[in-house]
C-alpha cells in the first residue's frame, strides 16, 4: 500500500523514480479508506533528505500512511526556504486539537548543548506532552531519544570522548518482542553522534525495555512497557552515502574526524559504502508501524485514545 504525501513534495519525485509506492493527493481522493495519520516533526535542517529517507522507510508496509510533516515555530532553520515550510509544514498550533495514530520525531545536530539550552526546548517538551495525548506511539530518532528519555524518564546523556560515527553491529536483547519481528539476532544501525546515555540510569528504569543494544554504541532501541514512547538512538533511515556527507562536509570545513567506523570498503572513502543496514530499517518502521500503531488505532481516532500506560488495543479495522 501506498504512503500519501503532496503531489508537489520534492520527495514524490525521487521515490517515484526509485518504484516505491507513492499516493498523490489527488488520487487518494478516489480511495474509501482511512490511512493512518503520521505526523513527523522534522527537527534536521536538511528537511528535504530527511523527509525523503523516511517516507522511504514508511512505504515499505501494506498499511497506506497519511503524512503531516511539522516544524517548530519558535525556530526556523536556515537550510530551507520560508516558502518550504510555509508549502509543505504545519506547526504545533496548527494541529494541537488532532488525532494522529503515530508520531515520529527526528534527531537535530544540537546534541553538544545541554537539553535545556536548546532554542526550541520549550516547544519540544509541549510537542512531546501533545504526542502523549494525541497519537498512540511516538518513535524518537537519535538526539529526539535522548531528548524524550531525558523528559519522560530523567535519563541523563554524557559527552564521548570521540564521535560515535559509523555503522556498528547490534544485538536483541528480546527477540520475542514484537518490535523485533522479523530481525535477526545481530543487525546493522548507522550512528552519528557525540553524546550517549546514562546506560546505568536506564537499566533501572521500570519503565522502560531495552531491546537492542552494543558494546560500541550502548542502548540502541527502547520503548516503554506499553509500547506508547520508542527511542532509537541511531539513524536506520540513512541512505547509502548519508554519513559519507557528513564525512566529507565536516573535512570540507577543516574539521578533525576519523573515518565512519565499519563503513567504507577496506577503509577507503574513495570506495562506494556498502548498504548493509536498510533490511532491517524497514522491518524497524513497518513493524513499529503495525504492531504500535495499526493494531492499537480505532477506525474514529478521537474515540480510544487512553490515558498514557495502557493499550487503547481496539485494533478496529481502518476499512
Given amino acids: 500500500m501506498p504512503v500519501k504525501i503532496p503531489d508537489a513534495l520534492p520527495a514524490t519525485r525521487i521515490l517515484t523514480e526509485e518504484n516505491v509506492f507513492v499516493m498523490t493527493e489527488k488520487r487518494s481522493l478516489t480511495q ?69 495514530d503515530g508520531v515520529i520525531i527526528t534527531g537535530a ?46 535519563i541523563e546523556k554524557h559527552p564521548l570522548p570521540q564521535k560515535l560515527f559509523g555503522v556498528f553491529e547490534t544485538g536483541l536483547t528480546d527477540r520475542r518482542d514484537r518490535l523485533l519481528c522479523g530481525f535477526d539476532d545481530t543487525f546493522i544501525v548507522p550512528m552519528s553522534r557525540h553524546t550517549a546515555l546514562d546506560e546505568e540510569a536506564l537499566a533501572k528504569c521500570d519503565e522502560l525495555t531495552v531491546l ?14 506499553d509500547g506508547r514512547r520508542v527511542f532509537a538512538t541511531g539513524h536506520s533511515e540513512y541512505d547509502r552515502d548519508s554519513l559519507a556527507h557528513e564525512y566529507y562536509r565536516d573535512i570540507g570545513k577543516g574539521m578533525q574526524i576519523d573515518l565512519p567506523e565499519h563503513y567504507f570498503p577496506g577503509d577507503n572513502p574513495e570506495l562506494s559504502p556498502r548498504m548493509n543496514w536498510h533490511a532491517h530499517a524497514s522491518l524497524l518502521f513497518s513493524n513499529w508501524l503495525n504492531y504500535f500503531v495499526y493494531q492499537e488505532t480505532p477506525f474514529e481516532l478521537s474515540k480510544g485514545l487512553s490515558p498514557l500506560g495502557t493499550h487503547p488495543g481496539s485494533g478496529l479495522p481502518k476499512a
Fill in 109 to 154: 545536530p544540537v546534541e553538544k548543548l545541554d537539553f535545556t539550552d536548546v532554542l526550541y526546548w520549550e516547544e519540544l517538551t509541549r510537542i512531546m506532552d501533545w504526542t502523549d495525548r494525541r497519537a498512540f506511539s511516538t518513535l524518537h530518532i537519535c538526539w529526539a531519544a535522548q531528548a524524550g528519555l531525558y523528559y519522560h524518564y530523567g
Fill in 212 to 225: 537492542a543494544t552494543s558494546p560500541e554504541t550502548g542502548a540502541a532501541l527502547v520503548r516503554s512497557k
Fill in 32 to 100: 474509501d479508506i482511512r490511512p493512518l495519520r503520521i505526523a513527523i516533526v522534522n527537527l534536521m535542517p536538511t528537511k528535504e533528505k530527511t523527509e525523503t529517507q523516511l517516507l522511504r522507510m514508511i512505504s515499505n508496509s501494506p498499511l497506506q500512511v497519511e503524512i503531516t510533516l511539522l516544524r517548530t515555530g519558535t525556530y526556523e532553520g536556515t537550510h530551507v526556504s520560508t516558502d518550504y515550510l510555509d508549502t509543505f509544514y504545519r506547526t504545533l498550533e496548527d494541529v494541537e486539537n488532532e488525532f494522529f
